[in-house]
């Protein structure tokens, strides 16, 4: 195993089995499953390989919790998350170190991710203490209604591994807040980072004598066999899910048996508009980061740039030129600023993006290939006179390719960022108040970024319209995915 990336302190005391009811074991099965670095192609750990047994004594640690959990005082659940973040924050070099060798992005984006994960747990403990509620007269004056909010129960919270901290805290911070006890199935193939943090959960549990089983986690290698009893089980209130919209619609057939409360977070297809209005060098900038964070595998990526005829040439030689100044690498290494893709499964597929585009009559700019040699690495690829109707447009690639397509009208430019049946976000760069506010009302997105390259923010509410999602992660609208209302007449 090379676990040199990652400091002695934290992979002496790293946790890589199951955490059920405060207790860290092995799995039923005795069995475990190979984390391995993407960089490197080496071994990180062996980490405990859940069974669906396993997944519902995690249950029944989270049901038995639950009763106590609800009932702790809110600005005592506001008192564990402060202490998570605190903690987190102290430890951020570790973390990010972490990050890096599980996930392969550069060690500064994942100190970025770092701060951005725990965000989320510091606006929750905000949130904790602020239970939404009403009393008011009804309108025919025949009594007084009271709005009051209850958490919802159990939480099965189902986290992608591109995001391996920042995907976490985004949903075990509001469900905790909520007074929501919780089974984390984390990404087979970044569960490294969620075992860490749940262990600082675990200790600011058990040092004010909470209950243990508020957190449970459950790696597996397969996510099906061990979520699908845990969604079947009428204990069970609550789904969050972070992934694609194909598993999502599996997980909201499943959820439909229990009338579950589902937050889905799917899959993204976001259009990047360049107007010929737009200060280009904001726009590439801006570009840079829609595009390029952890190589393109986000679900807010700018997948297709659209640019306005006028300026395209001008803006895709200066995108050519930014792409030409990365370097590709290990992300423990300084200076690097694209990392791999997550397996080899992510390079073929964009790969097969790529070589379909060119087929289809798009000509490279830059890049264009796989690498030669360790790692999963696919090169930053920049393409123009790319067909609109070419997969690397239609599909969300999840890699570091930029297709430019052009558009003459803002009408033009409107149909072709609304064709698709995605709706997660999309990112406009024009110096026209005027145009900006018409896309903002017309633009099909949950999130819409004018002149900004990146919309994420704990303390907004983060989700898609479409096939990209139900709910809504981060701000005062995220803690309400784990409350439900009930109204009194009196
Ligand atoms: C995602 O890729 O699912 C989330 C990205 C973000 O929160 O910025």
Redesign the pocket.
Known sequence: MDTSVIPPTLASHLPTTLLIDGEWGASSTRTTFEVSNPATEESLFDVSDASPADGLRALDAAAGAAAQWRTTPPRVRSDVLREVFDVITVRAADIAALITAECGKPFAESQAEVAYGAEFIRWYSEQAVRSPGLVRTAPAGTGTQLVRSRPVGPALLIT?W??PL??VTRKIAPALAAGCTVVIKPARLTPLTTLYVAEIVREALASRGLPAGVINVVPTSSSGAVTEPILADPRLRKLSF?GSTQVGQGLLRAAATGVLRTSM?LGGNAPFLVFADADLDAAVSGAMTAKMRNSGQ???AANRFLVEASVAEEFTERLRAAFDALVVGDGSVPDVTVGPLIEAAAVDKVDAAVQQAVDDGARVRIGGSAPSGTGHFYLPTVLSDVSPESVVVTEETFGPVAPVVTFGSEEEALQLANGTEYGLVAYAYTRDLGRAMRLTEEIEAGMIGINRGLV?DASAP?GGLKHSGLGREGGEAGIEEYLETVYVAM
């Open positions: 992608p591109n995001f920042a995907m972070t977070e986000t679900c807010v994420s983060f």
